[in-house]
C-alpha cells in the first residue's frame, strides 16, 4: 500500500467518525443488514433501509456507491446518509466494495454490477420497484457510478468488463456527487492520483487504463439523465465541468448545482453530513430529480 493510501485511510476515518458521531438509526427507519450478495462475506455485503410508514409497498431503489478514494470506505461509512435519503420514500442498498489495494480493477465495477444483479432477484422479498432504479455515488464512487451507467449503455464499452449486466436493469437516473470523471496522473498537482492509480490499476496507472476510467469518454446519447453536483470548495469542482460539456454534446438530460457561495464555503462531499441544512437541501433536490422518473 502506498503512503498516500494509508494517508488516506487514517485521515478519512478520522473526519467520518468526528461527522457522524452520536448519530443512531432514526426510529422511522427499518433496516436488513449484513447481507451477502456475492461470495465474500467480508467484502460482498449490503444493507436494505426502507421507511417504516411504508411498511409492504413497492418502493423505488437508490443504489449508493460510496467514494474514497478506491482505498478507502464500506457501507458503516454510509449507512447515516443513506437511511437520510431512505426517509424521502425510497428503499436505499447501501453496499461495501472490494478497494485497493487488496483488490484492483475492476473489482469494485464487478462488485456493482452484482449488487444490481442482487437487487433484481430479490424484488419481492424487499419491495424494490425493479421499474424505477436509481443510483448515487460520490467522488471515487461518483467515478465508479459513471462507468456503471456507461457500461450499461455502451456496448462498445461493456465488452471491456467479464461481466454482463442483468437483463431487464434500466437506471432512470443517477446522480453524480462531488465525483472525479477524468484521471490525470502526468503533471506534478496529481501526485495523490498517481499514488492511488499505483495501488488501484494493475497497470498502475497507464494510458489505455486510464482511458477505461474517463467516464466522459464512455457518455452515449443513452446514458440515464444526471443531477450532477459540486460545492465552492470541493477541490473536484472543475470535475463537473468536464462532464456537464459531454452530457451536452450527447443530448443526455441533466441538472448542474454549484452548492455554496462566497459565505458558505462548502466542501467536498458536504451531503454526507446530514445534521446540516445544505446536506439536506441537495439530499432533497436529488430524490425530488429521481421522482420526476416515477411513473
Excluded at 432514526?26 to 467484502?43: A, H, L, M, T
Excluded at 477541490?235 to 451536452?248: G, I, N, R, S, V
Aim: net charge negative; with cysteine; hydrophobic share 40%.
Amino acid at each position: 500500500m502506498s503512503e498516500t493510501s494509508d494517508r488516506i485511510r487514517r485521515g478519512f476515518k478520522e473526519s467520518d467518525d468526528k461527522r457522524d458521531a452520536g448519530l443512531k438509526t432514526p426510529e422511522d427507519i427499518s433496516r436488513c443488514d449484513d447481507i451477502v450478495y456475492g461470495d465474500d462475506p467480508v467484502w460482498q455485503v449490503l444493507d436494505v433501509y426502507r421507511p417504516k410508514v411504508l411498511e409492504g409497498e413497492k418502493l423505488p431503489v437508490i443504489v449508493s456507491v460510496h467514494g474514497g478514494g478506491w482505498v478507502y470506505g464500506d457501507k458503516e461509512r454510509y449507512q447515516y446518509y443513506c437511511m437520510d435519503l431512505a426517509k424521502r420514500g425510497f428503499a436505499v442498498v447501501n453496499f461495501t466494495y472490494r478497494l485497493a489495494p487488496e483488490f484492483q480493477y475492476p473489482a469494485p465495477l464487478e462488485d456493482t454490477d452484482l449488487v444490481f444483479t442482487w437487487i433484481l432477484s430479490h424484488a419481492d422479498k424487499y419491495g424494490f420497484d425493479t421499474e424505477h432504479i436509481f443510483a448515487v455515488g460520490d467522488s471515487a464512487g461518483g467515478n465508479g457510478l459513471g462507468l456503471y451507467a456507461a457500461i450499461c449503455t455502451n456496448a462498445g464499452y461493456a465488452k471491456h468488463y467479464p461481466f454482463i449486466v442483468p437483463d431487464g436493469l434500466s437506471l432512470k437516473a443517477i446522480a453524480l456527487n462531488c465525483g472525479v470523471y477524468q484521471i490525470r496522473v502526468d503533471r506534478e498537482e496529481d501526485e495523490q492520483h498517481r499514488n492511488l492509480m499505483w495501488d488501484y490499476l494493475p497497470g498502475h496507472g497507464s494510458w489505455e487504463e486510464l482511458e477505461l476510467l474517463d467516464v466522459t469518454a464512455h457518455v452515449t446519447k443513452d446514458y440515464p439523465p444526471v443531477f450532477l453536483m459540486t460545492a465552492v470548495d470541493d477541490f473536484l469542482k472543475p470535475q463537473a465541468t468536464l462532464l456537464a460539456e459531454k452530457l451536452m454534446a450527447c443530448d443526455v438530460p441533466f441538472v448542474c448545482r454549484l452548492y455554496g457561495d462566497a459565505d458558505n464555503r462548502l466542501g467536498h462531499v458536504f451531503h454526507a453530513d446530514i445534521r446540516t441544512k445544505d446536506a439536506a437541501l441537495c439530499n432533497d433536490e436529488e430524490c425530488a430529480f429521481f421522482r420526476r422518473f416515477v411513473k
